[in-house]
């Protein structure tokens, strides 16, 4: 059970363009979802919580503009990088709990690889 | 911000124990500790957590110090597939965000 799934698992695409990252819970309703970036050879950094059917919070420094999140169903969250540059190139991973606000173990996908030419 | 310490690197040999640690010392009475480890080009993958007792499961045991300060991650006979960045994660009950540190990468050694 808890399994998360992401789509695509990679993704190369021209700068200027824009990128859909989908995050489904396949086995359980997560009430919430988050998505992490993560940058070659350093720690996974928080980007923004997504709550089912209420605009997502955004870390400090993350451009909601830029990173767009939708999350309209209960099994399923998309984030879209609008007009991706180079230094958007990372991996992009999505996790999701299935309790709001109380503590909760979070299940992660197994992330989707960006890279912009 | 993480809230946690860890030893950047660790070896372990093959069938031995991994013992993992990790600093909490500003860990509030409400919050959990969490463990998760992450295999190269994957997805983060839960391990165990727990609040005050020691916690026990098929892939790890947790043990927590009495003051909740520090905390060490046992793997009892590690395998190849061990081989992981280990991260400790410490949450309150009222915020689910994680918020990873640098982790701790370990090889198990053949």
């Known amino acids: 059970g808890a399994v998360v799934s992401q789509h695509p698992s990679w993704v190369i695409c021209k700068s200027g363009t824009s990128v859909k990252i989908e995050c489904r819970s396949l086995d359980f309703q997560a009430t919430t979802m988050f998505w992490y970036r993560q940058f070659p050879k350093q720690s996974l950094m928080l980007m923004a919580t997504s709550n089912e059917g209420s605009k997502a919070t955004y870390e400090q420094g993350v451009e909601k503009d830029k990173f767009l999140i939708n999350h309209a169903s209960l099994t399923l969250s998309t984030l879209t990088v609008t007009s991706a540059h180079p230094e958007d190139s990372s991996f992009y991973i999505c996790s999701a709990a299935n309790a709001p606000t109380l503590q909760e173990t979070q299940y992660f996908g197994p992330g989707t690889r960006l890279l912009v030419l | 911000d993480a809230k946690t310490t860890q030893p950047p690197s660790m070896d372990c040999a093959e069938g031995r124990a991994a013992n993992l640690p990790c600093n909490h010392s500003?860990?509030?009475?409400?919050?959990?500790v969490y463990w998760y480890r992450q295999i190269h080009s994957q997805g983060p993958q839960y391990i165990i957590h727990g609040l005050k007792n020691n916690e026990t499961n098929e892939m790890a045991s947790l043990i927590i110090t009495e003051d909740r300060k520090s905390s060490t991650l046992i793997l009892p006979h590690a395998t190849l597939r061990d081989t992981a960045v280990y991260y400790c994660i410490v949450i309150g009950f009222t915020g689910n965000q994680f918020y990873f540190g640098t982790g701790t990468s370990l090889t198990v050694i053949p």
């Open positions: 500003t860990i509030s009475g409400n919050e959990y």
